[in-house]
């Protein structure tokens, strides 16, 4: 069983930036894709960036391009999320997600993920 544990979330001003970690244990997600989504009270979880195995394709929704960047650690494998100029409506619980085993291309459709963490609060102040 794949376990993924979230961490670095909590609370930041308008503008400034948040680093989240995601590490998997249970079994390698080295050679899988991983991904990042988040959910506002009230709203569909939303996609938010996805990085494949090596870290050189990466996908992001709109709203976040040029301000968040996807990496991940293959050594220790983590996935990080570095947040950049954040905005009050990007206060949400934020999930880590793995592709289900041998599926290496990122993807921004929740139902292509098979694993999810238990999530990490982020919430943006004015």
């Known amino acids: 069983q794949v376990q993924l544990l979230e961490s670095g979330g909590g609370l930041v001003q308008t503008g400034c930036s948040l680093r989240l970690s995601c590490t998997a244990s249970?079994?390698?997600?080295?050679?899988?894709?991983m991904g990042w989504f988040r959910q506002a009270p009230g709203q569909e979880r939303a996609f938010v960036a996805s990085v494949s195995p090596g870290g050189v394709s990466t996908e992001y929704a709109a709203s976040v391009r040029c301000r968040f960047t996807i990496a991940r650690d293959r050594a220790n494998d983590t996935v990080y999320l570095q947040m950049n100029k954040m905005s009050t409506e990007e206060t949400a619980v934020y999930y880590c997600a793995r592709r289900p085993d041998y599926y290496a291309s990122p993807s921004s459709s929740r139902d292509d993920y098979k694993y999810w963490g238990q999530g990490t609060q982020v919430t943006v102040s004015s």
């Open positions: 249970g079994r390698p997600s080295t050679s899988v894709a």
